[in-house]
Every structure is written in structure tokens, then in C-alpha cells.
């Protein structure tokens, strides 16, 4: 798959609540595809959005859990088998 086609994905995949994309957002921070090009893993980062106040972390990561599935969606319908998606600072799948 053409990276380019990947990014395109990307960009029409909403922040829910926003009227932003993920790529506009700065959320993704690279992507790899496999030699085969059936498997993705993006790598995001909400870190550099995530503030002190228990409260608002709650929130961010209720709106993680939905620009996962999101970005999973999307990539799904733009032909990969298996999407993963991956905390940038961690290394851990969501």
C-alpha cells in the first residue's frame, strides 16, 4: 500500500468532539506497514496532551479508546488485515 493512501486515511479519521483530524491534531506520530502490506501499526501520543487534573485524564483517555477504534476503522476499510495501534511513548498496543 502507497504510505500516501495510509496518511489520506489518517487524515479523514476525526477527533471526536474536534473539528480536527489525527494527523492535523499531531496524534500520530509515524506509521510502519509490513513488507506484504496486510499490517499496520500506528504510533500515537497523547502524552504532550495530557494534563494534571484527574478529571481531564479521565476524559483523554475516553477519547483515546474512540480515536483508536476510529483509526482502526479506517484503515480497515482501506484494505489492511490487521491494524494495531500503538502508545508512542510506551511501546504498548491499545
Do not use: Q, Y
Amino acid at each position: 500500500m502507497d504510505i500516501s493512501k495510509v496518511w489520506r486515511a489518517l487524515s479523514k479519521t476525526e477527533v471526536p468532539g474536534f473539528d480536527i483530524d489525527v494527523v492535523s491534531a499531531g496524534l500520530v506520530s509515524r506509521v510502519r506497514i509490513s513488507r506484504d502490506g496486510s499490517r499496520i501499526a500506528v504510533f500515537i501520543d497523547f502524552t504532550g496532551s495530557d494534563p494534571s487534573c484527574g478529571f481531564c485524564k479521565f476524559i483523554n483517555h475516553t477519547l483515546m479508546k474512540t480515536v483508536v477504534e476510529r483509526i482502526k476503522e479506517s484503515l480497515h476499510g482501506s484494505g489492511f488485515k490487521e491494524v494495531s495501534v500503538v502508545d508512542a511513548s510506551t511501546g504498548v498496543e491499545l
